[in-house]
């Protein structure tokens, strides 16, 4: 606990210093005097933390945590400083490491211990630590206990917490942000609140209303869930050619009344592997159940018998050995990303259109679209117990993902439009009024604030209705009570209500 008190001094430090330059200098000379003259007996510590452009290890320390090399470039605008004491750098748009206007990144790469109390099932996990460690912990101390976090290991878990966090279990114990029941938050004047003294209003908030708005969330505790000793785990292929467009038609209807206990995935990618050897479309059927082969293969030939899995198809595993199996694609390092929630099956001639949109990508880039089934107890919880509303009716999450190697990033302009054009086709099918979509896939297209994080309620309400529905309203409401002076901002943070 001691080195947590510390990051808690140097933060709260670092805090009262950036909103004292904030109302009266850009200057980083400034900001560092400040930061020196405030606590001198800290100045040593905080030496070994402050990252400056002219420090020889800025650079390294800056690319360390950025997962989306699309904003690594040379003429990406850089911070002022670097205090490391981010979360896991997964921000779709790179808002945890960029802005037009002069800033401070707050990397919180040190805070990242996980303290797990078996008997009560709970832990305390800081905002550092990835979802891969936090995973890792857990089952260091019970094999049969877990936390509901995201597939990606590499994610940070304060970072997905903020955004609501879905993954293998959400289906039957929520998202993360469900699964949180105290936090440790450093707020716009310095102090350190829990629950009680943040009150419910600022801890609903930061379950799933983003983050960078609110404060700087330094620890949660969190609720343990139960998973079994075996798993069983499937990932079956099939091109256009194999029936591709029915079967997906189908899933619709299938995945998303399939048991709490299974999780179901579709990959949408591209293949040379049809039958002619011309470029074909791919669908990649993944799904995971919390229990043994014996009772998922029934299952699965009973709801889904189109599908024409046999026992070969199904591995049982280890709840820990199935999220170290890459079944799950990943992106190049640059990339551009789009979400959408649907409520109603597309038609199976909207999913044709779709196919020769996946076709025209050159060989420079990767398209992966994966569609995750919903339902499940995702059904009975309330879209205003968070912000996080995409709940009761939503059929399936869409992730739209076109990834192009570093070299590629002169191009990236003919990848980004392509993506549009994309997001645009799929308006029609998808969720509307609003057309949702999920703030952990951040998505500047949808609606900004200005560069500097400035917006009024009318203009922040473009993309925060899209993010939040009507829990926008009661963000904006939190955000004015407890950071009035906007202190907390970027190009999509909650606004106060009289900005």
């Not at 343990?224 to 099939?238: A, K, M, N, Q, Y």
């Not at 199996?325 to 779709?354: C, H, T, W």
Request: contains cysteine.
């Amino acid at each position: 606990m001691k080195s947590l008190h510390h990051s808690l001094s140097l933060l709260f430090i670092v805090v009262c210093s950036l909103s004292w330059v904030s109302a009266s200098a850009n200057s980083h000379d400034d900001f560092l005097e400040c930061l020196y003259s405030y606590h001198p007996k800290e100045s040593s510590s905080i030496t070994q933390v402050i990252y400056t452009e002219t420090n020889s290890s800025y650079a390294a320390v800056l690319d360390s945590s950025i997962r989306n090399h699309r904003f690594s470039t040379p003429n990406t605008p850089k911070p002022l400083v670097i205090v490391i004491t981010r979360s896991g750098g997964h921000d779709f748009e790179g808002l945890s490491y960029v802005s037009h206007d002069p800033f401070v990144i707050i990397d919180l790469v040190n805070l990242r211990s996980v303290d797990v109390d078996v008997e009560n099932e709970e832990a305390w996990v800081q905002s550092g630590a990835t979802v891969g460690e936090v995973y890792y912990r857990i089952n260091e101390r019970s094999t049969n206990l877990t936390f509901p976090a995201a597939v990606v290991r590499t994610v940070g878990i304060g970072g997905l917490i903020s955004g609501g966090g879905d993954g293998l279990l959400f289906r039957k114990y929520g998202l993360s942000a469900d699964n949180v029941i105290d936090a440790q938050l450093v707020d716009a004047n310095g102090r350190v609140l829990d629950r009680r003294s943040m009150g419910e209003d600022l801890f609903w908030a930061i379950r799933g209303g983003g983050g960078g708005s609110f404060g700087i969330v330094i620890s949660w505790k969190i609720k343990l869930v139960h998973v079994p000793s075996t798993v069983t785990v499937f990932s079956v292929g099939r091109t256009l050619e194999q029936d591709a467009t029915q079967l997906l038609h189908r899933w619709q209807y299938v995945a998303p009344n399939l048991p709490n206990d299974v999780y179901s995935l579709v990959a949408i990618s591209t293949t040379n592997a049809s039958e002619n050897g011309t470029k074909t479309v791919l669908a990649t059927f993944i799904s995971l159940f919390q229990g043994c082969a014996n009772e998922f293969i029934p299952l699965m030939q009973e709801r889904f018998p189109e599908l024409g899995l046999v026992k070969e198809d199904f591995i049982e595993m280890t709840w820990i050995e199935s999220l170290l199996s890459n079944r799950y694609s990943l992106l190049p390092p640059s990339f551009k990303s789009k979400s959408d929630y649907v409520r109603e099956p597309m038609p199976e001639i909207a999913l044709q259109g779709l196919w020769p949109q996946l076709l025209e990508v050159d060989e420079g880039g990767i398209a992966v679209q994966n569609i995750i089934a919903y339902g499940g107890i995702m059904e009975e919880i309330s879209e205003t117990e968070t912000p996080f509303p995409h709940r009761k009716g939503t059929l399936y999450k869409i992730n739209y993902n076109i990834g192009w190697l570093e070299e590629e990033n002169n191009n990236s302009q003919r990848y980004i439009s392509w993506m549009r054009k994309l997001y645009s086709y799929m308006g029609p099918f998808v969720s509307k009024s609003p057309r949702e979509a999920y703030v952990n896939y951040r998505d500047l297209d949808i609606g900004r604030n200005n560069d500097d994080g400035k917006a009024s309620y009318k203009q922040a309400s473009i993309w925060g209705r899209k993010y939040f529905k009507n829990n926008f309203d009661r963000l904006v409401y939190v955000k004015t009570k407890t950071d009035p002076k906007n202190f907390f901002k970027h190009e999509q943070s909650i606004p106060p209500r009289f900005h």
